[in-house]
């Protein structure tokens, strides 16, 4: 067990485009049911609670959406609930979030970071790594992440080579690879390389030092704003990641293997991957009736949905909408959003 106390930060801003009809502005991603009945972000909470407490855990989102927010969580205390009243970047969010932990837990708290719109196959085994990163955050004194042992060469997701060997568990990180081309990540994957999730765990006082030492505007920002929230955001002037600002520069990055099917779930297609399918390889949410038709992808909000004699599709019916399409444009629905009027586009 970690003599420090833990604290977990979800990062649940943004809207989700690719995620259209369904999601809209006030309606993002992760509000949506689209693993269970309930909203990701309620999925995210349950099985982040065995891990810390509610009074040891903050939300992370855009201004706009704290009331949608509170009424997913409300076992979450007001001021845990962190808006940004604009977007600068995961650097500041999450030094931000640092900031406000070691005010009340002091610079030894553990902080692990995750995002509210992932799919988890094995719960357990998640919760475990995440215990893991914490307790080897705490050991090496180090910002540890915990890279996914890849199913397949993808191209829309980053790499992170391991280094060198620790006396734990972890290992240092020998580079960060961002979205190679198919070749390359075939080659990374072959020789063992991770994939990069996103999932941190640190020592807030370790991270706020790494922060001020490799991107100095953040630090000036939290020094001037104080408990200011909107003078701090206002004052980024140049959102960045936390991965290019801090992590690719910092000597004390370590990583860790985890596989417990996680998949950042980024198109409607991807669901194929992640949810229940019946015989032919169907995934249906609503009121779907199906004859001959297999390998599709079909959301209901509303009303009734028939597919007959077809394969591959995606098809999601809301708001008087009804998007049609194969897996493979679905995957990339910014185009047609972009040649959409705008009261079609964002119609609630």
């Not at 309620?42 to 704290?66: C, G, H, K, W, Y």
């Not at 829309?156 to 060198?164: K, N, R, T």
């Not at 199906?290 to 909000?301: G, I, K, Q, Y």
Request: charged letters at 20%; aromatic letters at 6%; hydrophobic letters at 50%.
């Amino acid at each position: 067990m970690n003599a420090a106390p833990t604290w977990v930060v979800i990062l649940a801003g943004g809207i989700g485009s690719r995620f259209w009809p369904l999601s809209t502005p006030d309606r993002p991603k992760q509000f949506l049911p689209l693993l269970s009945d309930q909203p990701m972000l309620r999925d995210t909470i349950d099985r982040l609670l065995p891990v810390a407490p509610a009074s040891q855990m903050f939300v992370l989102t855009n201004a706009e959406l704290v009331a949608g927010v509170a009424r997913i969580a409300p076992e979450l205390a007001v001021d845990h609930i962190l808006a940004e009243p604009r977007p600068a970047g995961t650097t500041a969010a999450l030094a931000w979030a640092a900031s406000r932990i070691a005010k009340l837990g002091g610079r030894d708290a553990l902080m692990i970071s995750v995002h509210a719109d992932w799919a988890i196959g094995d719960v357990p085994r998640f919760q475990d790594a995440l215990r893991l990163a914490a307790s080897e955050a705490a050991r090496t004194q180090g910002l540890v992440t915990v890279g996914i042992v890849p199913t397949h060469p993808d191209t829309g997701l980053g790499y992170i080579e391991p280094g060198d060997a620790t006396t734990g568990a972890a290992r240092r990180v020998a580079r960060f690879v961002e979205k190679p081309q198919l070749a390359a990540a075939e080659a990374l994957v072959a020789g063992g390389a991770l994939w990069n999730s996103g999932i941190f765990a640190w020592p807030v006082g370790v991270f706020l030092d790494e922060v001020r030492a490799w991107c100095p505007a953040v630090s000036e920002s939290l020094d001037r704003a104080g408990d200011d929230a909107v003078a701090f955001f206002a004052s980024v002037k140049d959102p960045v990641a936390v991965d290019v600002a801090v992590l690719e520069r910092s000597a004390r990055v370590f990583v860790l293997a985890g596989s417990f099917g996680w998949s950042d779930v980024g198109t409607w297609s991807a669901l194929r991957g992640v949810r229940a399918r019946d015989a032919d390889g169907n995934v249906t949410h609503g009121r779907v009736h199906l004859r001959e038709s297999a390998n599709n992808v079909v959301h209901a909000a509303g009303a009734d949905v028939v597919l007959y004699g077809v394969q591959g599709l995606v098809v999601v019916e809301c708001a008087g909408i009804v998007l049609v399409t194969t897996e493979e444009s679905a995957r990339n629905l910014k185009p047609l959003l972009e040649s959409l009027p705008s009261e079609l586009r964002e119609r609630r």
